[in-house]
């Protein structure tokens, strides 16, 4: 079920504009719909907020005890760079809940968070700590970044990166494009768009190869569609856009 909803946090990441509202469906293989996600984005007087709302559906939602996942990353924007300040995650299931919020300071090079349990709407504990790395972004602010970190997507690029929320110890998340030959072996899968990107999320969570995700992207940058390759039990799991709506 986690596979399900994180792949749906790394949907959303990338939209572009003043103001949208895209969503996005998972399916597995014979298991049809298993998850949604509503991606919000607003930028206004130097600042932005994006929201994440990843939920369970059908089966999955009964198996998850109805697991509602919500992430947010708030900031300033710097010559169109999102800059974040604040990463959380807020996670619901059956009748418990885990609340983190990630605070960055740039100038001292730290991320700091603050962790909070619940059971049956009671506080049970807390705790505050400092991640071993420093990290720029966090997984959805590098999202909303990736443009420009990469460039041209038709141009050969790899490299590996860090965000928070992504690998637990470094957050080390590698992106590459997909072109020539890898790309057309792909269209089938992913559509005619003119950009392939492959992330690789380095978390025990995804049973396929190292979590390899593959997504298209159409002209404004907006993914189209995903695939999470070989995942153990389930095979492929895929995902599409099915709304999107955006004001300047």
Known sequence: ???????????????????????????????????VADA?????D??????????????A??????????????????DGVLV????SKDIKRSNKRRIKVYTFDHERKRVTFHEENYKDGKLKDEKNETLPYYAKNDILSLYFNVEKIIGSCREPFAKDLKAVGAEKRTGR?????I??????KLKRSLGNEPCYLKVTIFQKLFGSKGGELYLSLNDKFVVQKALLKDVIMFGD??????NFQEKK
Not at 84 to 87: I, N
Not at 179 to 184: E, I, L, R, S, V
């Open 1 to 35: 079920m986690k596979r399900v909803l994180f792949l749906t946090i790394l949907l959303g990441g990338l939209l572009f504009g003043s103001s949208m509202h895209a969503t996005y469906k998972i399916e597995y293989g014979i298991f049809g719909k298993m998850g």
């Open 40 to 44: 919000y984005l607003t930028k206004k």
């Open 46 to 59: 130097g600042r932005y907020e994006i929201k994440m709302v990843a939920k369970a559906t059908g089966l």
């Open 61 to 78: 939602k009964v198996l998850s005890g109805g697991r509602v996942e919500v992430y947010g990353s708030k900031g300033r924007v710097v």
């Open 84 to 87: 974040p300040e604040s990463f």
């Open 173 to 177: 998340v590698r992106v590459e494009t």
């Open 179 to 184: 072109t020539g030959g890898a790309k057309d």
């Open 237 to 242: 799991i895929r995902g599409k856009i099915v």
